[in-house]
């Protein structure tokens, strides 16, 4: 029985490690291939990335409107923005950051999980960094469960 304890509590505090699946691409307004920017889905690399945040920066020209100076998608620990629009007086520039499998996928104007659609002027999207886990949970449970397994044992 004493050999079951350690391999319990082992058990107890084990987690499982998974690595974000993110699009990783670059486009600027020279290059001919603009997949980066129409249908990453078809064209942009699958990378594993060892982040937390996959990531899309999208640069539009002002004028003429909606016009993408460059595109890029990757992946992150900190984005220095994330889910902000920055102006100047020539560029608008979409910073997205997101947690999901391929969720930078879309337009590169929203936190749309890939869907291509939205806009981030009303600022809907609220990402906070370490919700939606369970891993706390996890943890007390698994805590519990080993007193509770160490108590009966005595």
Known sequence: MKKV????FLICFCKTATALLCYTCSVGEQ???????DDPVKGATK???NKKY???IRQEYKDPQNKVASMYRGCEDEPI???EIIE???YRIYYTACTETLCN???GKAADGGTG????GDKSTLLVPGIGSGSTLQMSVSLIILLLVIAHLI
């Open 31 to 37: 290059d001919v291939d603009t997949t980066c920017i």
């Open 54 to 56: 996959c990531t899309t």
């Open 5 to 8: 304890l350690p391999v319990l």
């Open 81 to 83: 923005h994330m889910n």
């Open 47 to 49: 990378t594993n990335c």
């Open 105 to 107: 996928g879309g337009s």
């Open 117 to 120: 659609g939205g806009s981030l």
């Open 88 to 90: 100047d007086a020539t």
